[in-house]
């Protein structure tokens, strides 16, 4: 220990931990404290196995470069009831790496205080068909520069990251307040979610130019801002019209202050319906830009309900 008593920071070679195969391993009450992970290392490699953390604690990580977990060949996590926090990301570092077809499955879990000082992300997923699945958790104090909570790389294919009955709040990110997805055929889903506090130049909530598939369903968004889609950035290189789908959300303080609040390609669908040419609404830059005018919520029957400051006005 230190002389005055404090916790030293340790640094973790590679695999401190390594589930390998078909092996099943089961962590309860595990407390890390002050763990360094140097670049391309991770604190615990799953390969192909299945790890349980449950009622765990991370607190004090850095990695410069390298992974808190990292799951690959298949593997799987299950992290339940487990508190992350005063984390520091650097580089290309990530809290979880989800590669190949691995899956992790988070619930109820907090995690606060992280810093993302590079181009890594709290949760990465990369290569084929990895899933991402956070349920109940509870995640704030996030400053990111790409992707607050979820990076959805651009080597990803089919990778699908979904935030159920999840609270989020104080994220500040430069695209992407809480998701950035750059892979093909991605798929985002947002149910029964509160989003607070939010800001980011691109993307206050979604940030996307891979083509993903964005459903949002019973969501609350409040104190959302961003230059340009305040609420979803989604541009399309590859020529691909995905699906975007928004019901039952209510929209409270969102701010897009150069663009309207959802920028998406033309042909994109928005509320169940395409996206036309129409009026603004009340924040004069429009709710839907598609990229050829702006457009509003129109008639479909969504159960958004929207509020600009003085101003509402209600989908139904």
Not at 110 to 130: C, H
Not at 250 to 255: C, M
Not at 274 to 294: L, Q
Request: some cysteine; glycine content about 14%.
């Amino acid at each position: 220990g230190r002389e005055d008593g404090g916790a030293e920071e340790e640094t973790v070679a590679d695999g401190a931990a390594t589930v390998e195969d078909s092996a099943v391993t089961v962590l309860d009450d595990v407390n890390v404290l002050l763990a360094s992970v140097p670049e391309g290392m991770s604190l615990v490699v799953v390969e192909g196995g299945e790890l349980w953390a449950r009622n765990c604690s991370v607190f004090g990580l850095s990695a410069g470069g390298g992974s808190g977990v990292a799951l690959s060949e298949g593997a799987i996590l299950h992290a339940i009831g487990c508190e992350v926090g005063s984390v520091t990301l650097v580089g290309a570092g990530s809290l979880v790496s989800i590669a190949d077809a691995s899956s992790a499955l988070i619930f109820n879990t907090t995690i606060s205080g992280v810093t993302q000082k590079g181009f890594g992300w709290m949760f990465s997923l990369e290569g084929s068909r990895s899933n991402l699945s956070l349920s109940g958790c509870k995640i704030s104090h996030i400053s990111a520069l790409n992707g607050g909570v979820v990076g959805i790389q651009k080597n990803s294919f089919r990778a699908s990251a979904s935030l159920v009955s999840c609270t989020i709040e104080d994220v500040h990110a430069l695209r992407g307040g809480v998701v950035h997805c750059e892979g093909s055929k991605a798929n985002v889903l947002l149910s029964g979610c509160a989003f607070a506090h939010l800001a980011a130049r691109n993307g206050g909530v979604v940030w996307s130019q891979g083509g993903a598939d964005v459903e949002v369903f019973s969501c609350t968004f409040t104190r959302v801002q961003a230059r340009t889609g305040a609420i979803l950035y989604q541009v399309n290189e590859n020529g691909r019209h995905p699906h975007i789908h928004f019901a039952r959300c209510n929209f409270s303080l969102v701010v897009a202050h150069r663009t309207a609040l959802f920028l998406v390609s033309t042909s994109d669908r928005i509320f169940g319906r395409s996206v036309e040419a129409s009026e603004a609404a009340e924040d004069k830059k429009g709710i839907v830009d598609g990229r050829s005018g702006c457009g509003r919520e129109g008639t479909a029957r969504t159960g958004c309900v929207w509020s600009f400051g003085s101003a509402s006005s209600t989908t139904r």
